[in-house]
T-cell receptor, first 113, second 115 residues
Framework: RKEVEQDPGPFNVPEGATVAFNCTYS??????FFWYRQDCRKEPKLLMS???SGNEDGRFTAQLNRASQYISLLIRDSKLSDSATYLC??????????????FGKGTKLSVKP | EPEVTQTPSHQVTQMGQEVILRCVPI?????FYWYRQILGQKVEFLVS????????KSEIFDDQFSVERPDGSNFTLKIRSTKLEDSAMYFC?????????????FGPGTRLTVL
């Protein structure tokens, strides 16, 4: 049973394209959800938290569907610098964010000129 | 500015040797975590440390692993007798509240190579 599942990709898109990533999680008690970005051989870096109401940060939009246990990330007007692996992450605890994080394997994005 | 640094950035060791990986937070934090990532695989939780005690650990964190804060600032992960399969990136993380988001921030990692 995979706790956090993502399409591994790779997604190869041209600059300016819109790309969407999906993720499902198995623990229905999970309360905190995140997208992290990881460049090759670097540490995961927080991209954004994901809230039930959906949230947007510039070109990035994250959505959460608790009923389906489904998380999404939309990147609009993609840039070359968006090329990275995008990690779907769920906090193990039902409440609070101090619990350990559970990572998906990541979806690799490659943006081409 | 990074909240946490890690040393060394790369450690090469022989199988069976002990290694100590260090995590140095920039400011006071209560929650610390170690994760590892084997090349090509997902990031995996090892252990969490709160108020100078282990609060949670995974199945990976067996008797070969230990953590401590020897001087109240550095946070260390020790592997007593390294195996080939311990080769991985090891990330230290701290819990931080930033712009109303509670989450964990990762150090740059230590690449451990066991020969």
């Amino acid at each position: 049973r995979k706790e956090v599942e993502q399409d591994p990709g790779p997604f190869n898109v041209p600059e300016g394209a819109t790309v969407a990533f999906n993720c499902t999680y198995s623990n229905s008690a999970s309360q905190s959800f995140f997208w992290y970005r990881q460049d090759c051989r670097k540490e995961p870096k927080l991209l954004m938290s994901v809230y039930s109401s959906g949230n947007e940060d510039g070109r990035f939009t994250a959505q959460l569907n608790r009923a389906s246990q489904y998380i999404s990330l939309l990147i609009r007007d993609s840039k070359l610098s968006d090329s990275a692996t995008y990690l779907c992450v769920v906090n193990s605890r039902g409440t609070g964010s101090q619990g350990n994080l559970i990572f998906g394997k990541g979806t690799k994005l490659s943006v081409k000129p | 500015e990074p909240e946490v640094t890690q040393t060394p950035s790369h450690q090469v060791t022989q199988m069976g040797q002990e290694v100590i990986l260090r995590c140095v937070p920039i400011s006071n934090h209560l929650y610390f975590y170690w994760y590892r990532q084997i090349l090509g695989q997902k990031v995996e939780f090892l252990v969490s440390f709160y108020n100078n005690e282990i609060s949670e650990k995974s199945e990976i964190f067996d008797d070969q692993f230990s953590v401590e804060r020897p001087d109240g600032s550095n946070f260390t992960l020790k592997i007593r007798s390294t195996k080939l399969e311990d080769s991985a990136m090891y990330f230290c993380a701290i819990f931080l509240r930033d712009r109303s988001t509670d989450t964990q921030y990762f150090g740059p990692g230590t690449r451990l190579t066991v020969l």
